[in-house]
Nanobody, 115 residues
Framework: QVQLVESGGGLVQPGGSLRLSCAASRSIASIVVMGWYRQALGKQRELVGLSTSGGATNYANSVKGRFTISRDNAKNTVYLQMNSLKPEDTGVYYC?????????WGQGTQVTVSS
């Protein structure tokens, strides 16, 4: 199993940037797939992007070209770099992975994009 702790959220103006962190309690090198999700107020949780231990990434069309997922294996941390932020990016962002058929989620971190 694994514990995930997210940080880095906050208030940012449109066009600004934030980097979210997801710290794992175990080596992320052994975690094949990690994902970032977000949930806006009153909306369904949606996939932001996925990252595999092999280096592949996949992003939702709404964030493609603006968001980047990366891994720092030495720190057991996965990052979500968010650039050119838009108001519609506002929501609670969650880190996620699945191990042995069980989903693990971080506590979520709030991102608010507003002028």
């Amino acid at each position: 199993q694994v514990q995930l702790v997210e940080s880095g959220g906050g208030l940012v103006q449109p066009g600004g940037s934030l980097r979210l962190s997801c710290a794992a309690s175990r080596s992320i090198a052994s975690i094949v797939v990690m994902g970032w999700y977000r949930q806006a107020l009153g909306k369904q949780r949606e996939l932001v992007g996925l990252s595999t231990s092999g280096g592949a990434t996949n992003y939702a069309n709404s964030v493609k070209g603006r968001f980047t997922i990366s891994r720092d294996n030495a720190k057991n941390t996965v990052y979500l770099q968010m650039n050119s932020l838009k108001p519609e990016d506002t929501g609670v962002y969650y880190c996620n992975t699945r191990l042995v058929g069980t989903d693990y989620w971080g506590q979520g971190t709030q991102v608010t994009v507003s002028s």
